[in-house]
C-alpha cells in the first residue's frame, strides 16, 4: 500500500494502539529504501522529520533496514519496541511517540543501538559451520557489492578460513589475496 494509505488499510493489527501502527507504517517505507514514499510517509505523519530524509536514506543504506524483533510496551501515545539491523547483528532500542489526536502524527522517533539481549543470544558455531556460514555470507555481500577485500580467521595460530574477493588495486587489476592488507 502506498504511505499514507497504510494506516488505513484494513489489516490484522488494526487494533494496535496508534503509535504502534505509526512505527510499523514507518518501518515498513523506511525497509522499502524509497525516497519518494519515504518523503510522502514523513509529510503526511512525521512532517518534523521532513528535512532529514536523505539522511536517513543513507542511515537505511548503512544498516539495510530493520527487522522487528519484539514490542518493549506499548500505550496509545508511545511504542517502544526493539529491532535488529538487516545488515548486521546490531539491536537497537526504536521508541515511537505520536499525538494524541488523530491523524496521531509522529511527535518523536529514536532510535539507539543497545547490546544484544540475551534472549536473542547468537548461537554458538562449531568450525565447520563457522566456515560455512562465514562463506555465505561473504558471497552474499560480494553479491549485492558490499564487500571487497580479504579475509582471514585463524584459531590458536591455524587458519579456519581465508578469502578475498574485488581489487586490491583497481588501476592495476590487482585482485585481492588473503595476504592483501
Not at 535488529?84 to 546490531?90: F, K, L
Not at 488523530?102 to 544484544?116: F, K, N, Q, T, V
Amino acid at each position: 500500500p502506498a504511505p499514507a494509505d497504510f494506516l488505513a488499510a484494513p489489516r490484522p493489527d488494526a487494533a494496535a494502539p496508534p503509535a504502534e501502527r505509526q512505527f510499523r507504517a514507518w518501518l515498513a517505507v523506511f525497509n522499502q529504501g524509497c525516497r519518494a514514499s519515504l518523503l510522502e510517509c514523513v509529510n503526511d505523519n512525521y512532517p518534523s522529520d521532513g528535512g532529514r530524509i536523505d539522511g536517513g536514506l543513507n542511515f537505511r543504506a548503512g544498516t539495510g533496514g530493520f527487522d522487528f524483533r519484539k514490542a518493549v510496551s506499548a500505550t496509545a501515545t508511545q511504542f517502544t519496541a526493539l529491532v535488529q539491523e538487516r545488515g548486521s547483528d546490531q539491536f537497537a532500542r526504536v521508541v515511537v511517540t505520536v499525538d494524541s489526536s488523530e491523524p496521531h502524527r509522529i511527535l518523536s522517533l529514536g532510535l539507539r543501538a543497545i547490546p544484544r539481549p540475551p534472549e536473542f543470544a547468537i548461537p554458538r558455531l562449531t568450525a565447520a559451520q563457522l566456515v560455512r556460514e562465514l562463506g555465505s555470507k561473504l558471497n552474499e555481500d560480494v553479491g549485492k557489492g558490499l564487500f571487497t577485500g580479504a579475509v582471514l580467521v585463524a584459531r590458536q595460530g591455524k587458519r579456519v578460513f581465508s578469502g578475498a574477493s574485488g581489487m586490491a588495486k583497481p588501476a592495476t587489476q590487482a585482485p585481492n589475496s588473503p595476504p592483501t592488507r
